[in-house]
């Protein structure tokens, strides 16, 4: 069983204070994806309700602000996933450019789907992503925060290769 989280950790608190930093004193919501990301990224790469709770604590906001930001956003996850988590663009830019076929590529060689972890938790290949922001690129994906441009069969091999 997992010990319950109860508090921030001193490092979140500390990089969630320099996001507040950047906004005016009554804005602390803009701070708040920065802030589920830097907990997210703590948590193993997946947000707990707790967790959720304590960052609508810290910013001040309700907790129905937070969770609503959490599950509309597709950056954020709501329950375990893999180490490693890989998003491919499926945007129009990138499937012009072949995203589709970089898809189905990641799903034969690691034998799941979008959404899907593979069986021994180290891939979680995110459910479809609409725009990564990185349309010169194409096709391109996102792997633990680190964008890979310009994808072929044989690069997405070497890049998933190469994940422990």
Same mark, same amino acid.
């Given at each position: 069983?997992? %010990? ?27 701070? =708040?994806?920065?802030? =589920? ?11 707990? %309700?707790? !967790? ?24 954020? %996850? !709501? ?69 890979? %441009? ?12 190469? =994940?422990?």
């Amino acid at each position: 069983m997992t %010990e319950a989280i109860t508090e921030l950790s001193a490092h979140a608190r500390e990089q969630i204070d320099e996001l507040v930093s950047r906004y005016p004193v009554d804005r602390k919501k803009s701070a =708040l994806l920065g802030a =589920l990301n830097i907990v997210q990224h703590e948590n193993q790469g997946y947000l707990t %309700e707790e !967790l959720m709770d304590l960052v609508a604590d810290y910013l001040g906001l309700a907790k129905i602000e937070v969770y609503e930001v959490a599950s509309f956003y597709s950056m954020y %996850e !709501l329950k375990p996933v893999a180490r490693n988590n890989v998003a491919i663009c499926t945007n129009i830019s990138c499937m012009l450019m072949g995203s589709e076929s970089i898809v189905e590529h990641v799903e034969k060689k690691l034998g799941i789907k979008l959404g899907e972890s593979t069986p021994d938790g180290r891939i979680y290949l995110k459910k479809e992503e609409e725009c990564l922001a990185a349309c010169a690129g194409g096709p391109m994906m996102q792997v633990n925060h680190v964008y890979y %441009e310009k994808l072929t069969p044989e690069k997405v091999d070497e890049i998933l290769d190469a =994940l422990e």
